[in-house]
């Protein structure tokens, strides 16, 4: 008989596979839903969230995929998730963050958190260009929403419900 000998393989034996392969999909997919939430709950809580862009591009896509015995699953933010983050030195052109101030600077106003903006247009963009320059001379200091997340212990307890799950001589990725 040509073929793959299945010989010794029961229906017990593929069910178990399966729950392995379920187990560490569920860890990383609870570990990514998590993660998404409380990037989202700290990022509200440091009131850094005016255009709501960051927020909503905060996303852990909750298809955990397998590839050649790796699984992933994705965490993606907005570019300029890190210099929120981590904080914004002194520098740079103030014309090149001024189209990012006047986006901010319109979603700030309707929110209600300028009272002291001009209400206009004309006058709104004034002022976001007045912010730019303000960040290019002095820079902003880091809100850490991401970095203090992150480094809470999640990861050590991702690795020990991975272990739990059953994986074996795997390694966090966290680029």
Known sequence: MDGISTSGI???DLI????????????????????????IKSLDKKKKNASGDLRQSIQAV?????SDGIYTYVLSMADYYEQVDKGRRPG????????QFIKWA??????GGLPKA???ASGLKSYAFNVAKKVTKFGFKPSYFFT???????????????AT???QGFTLDNR
Not at 148 to 162: K, P, S
Request: avoid cysteine; glycine fraction near 8%.
């Open 165 to 167: 799950a059953g994986a």
């Open 106 to 111: 319109f979603a700030k106003k309707a929110l």
């Open 16 to 39: 178990e596979v399966k729950d392995f392969e379920d187990n560490i999909q569920g860890v990383l997919a609870k570990f990514g839903q998590k993660l998404q939430d409380d990037l």
């Open 118 to 120: 001009p209400s206009d």
């Open 62 to 66: 909750p298809d955990v995929s397998i």
């Open 10 to 12: 029961t229906d017990k």
């Open 148 to 162: 203090n997340v992150i480094d809470d212990g999640r990861l050590e307890q991702l690795t020990e419900d991975l």
């Open 92 to 99: 740079g052109d103030p014309y090149k963050l001024y189209p």
